[in-house]
């Protein structure tokens, strides 16, 4: 069973340009959640997606948006990256659909940098 | 709107001394709260959460609905406990998104 992964690790953008961001959930996983985690502070929800429809959003603006696969890996894009994008974003994935809550696992995170 | 607030931003102990992390919160409904810890190096994972009401690592829990509370403590820290702790909170009602603390830093000195 392999965990959540991320790609890229690292990337460097200028203001105005566009970003994709790609993961791929756990085994078994239906549900992905993304967050940005700024230097020095906690993660903050972007949105959620099971089964390839969006169902929670934090509040971010449009040009946050996202995709989930049908095997369940998601993709997040950022448009007109502004210099506050610059980020670690996070993953998470889990079982969803059910209760009790199940454990999200979190990816490595991808760490981007606007100039 | 909920939010998840930790005061401290660094905890510095010495090995075998306790160690407390606290955490408030403000949400409207029935709260689930969750630790979380990150080592360095390593990816976010989670520690422990409320309704299990079990301990891990030697770190308990314990939601106080009255003070809006659920500090993280420990007896007795260890060198290996040194790491970034989020405090976590689920929000039912929005898609199960969780919303995050800003974090404490746990530096455990020799």
């Known amino acids: 069973e392999t965990g959540v992964t991320q790609s890229p690790t690292h990337l460097i953008k200028t203001r105005g340009q566009q970003v994709t961001l790609r993961c791929s959930s756990q085994?078994?996983?239906?549900?992905v959640s993304w967050y940005q985690q700024a230097l020095g502070q906690g993660p903050q929800f972007i949105f959620q997606?099971?089964?390839?429809?969006?169902?929670g959003r934090g509040n971010f603006p449009p040009r946050f948006s996202g995709l989930q696969f049908p095997n369940y890996s998601s993709e997040l894009n950022v448009n007109a990256l502004e210099l506050d994008d610059s980020a670690l974003y996070l993953c998470?994935?889990?079982?969803?659909?059910?209760?009790?809550?199940?454990?999200?696992?979190f990816g490595p995170g991808t760490r981007l940098t606007v100039l | 709107a909920q939010r998840v607030t930790q005061p401290e931003k660094l905890l510095s102990v010495f090995k075998g001394a306790p160690v407390e992390l606290k955490c408030n919160y403000s949400?409207?409904?029935?709260?689930?709260l969750f630790w979380y810890v990150q080592y360095s190096r390593q990816r976010l994972q989670l520690l422990l959460r409320?309704?299990s009401r079990e301990s891990i690592k030697g770190f308990t829990a314990d939601l106080n609905k009255g003070e809006t509370s659920f500090h993280l403590k420990k007896p007795f820290a260890q060198e290996e406990d040194s790491a970034m702790y989020y405090c976590?909170?689920?929000?039912?009602?929005?898609?199960?998104?969780?919303?995050f603390g800003g974090g404490t830093r746990v530096l455990v000195k020799p």
């Open positions: 409320h309704i």
């Open positions: 976590a909170l689920r929000d039912k009602a929005a898609g199960n998104k969780l919303t």
């Open positions: 085994s078994g996983h239906n549900t």
């Open positions: 997606y099971y089964r390839e429809e969006e169902n």
């Open positions: 949400y409207s409904g029935s709260p689930e």
């Open positions: 998470a994935s889990r079982e969803g659909g059910k209760e009790p809550y199940n454990e999200q696992f």
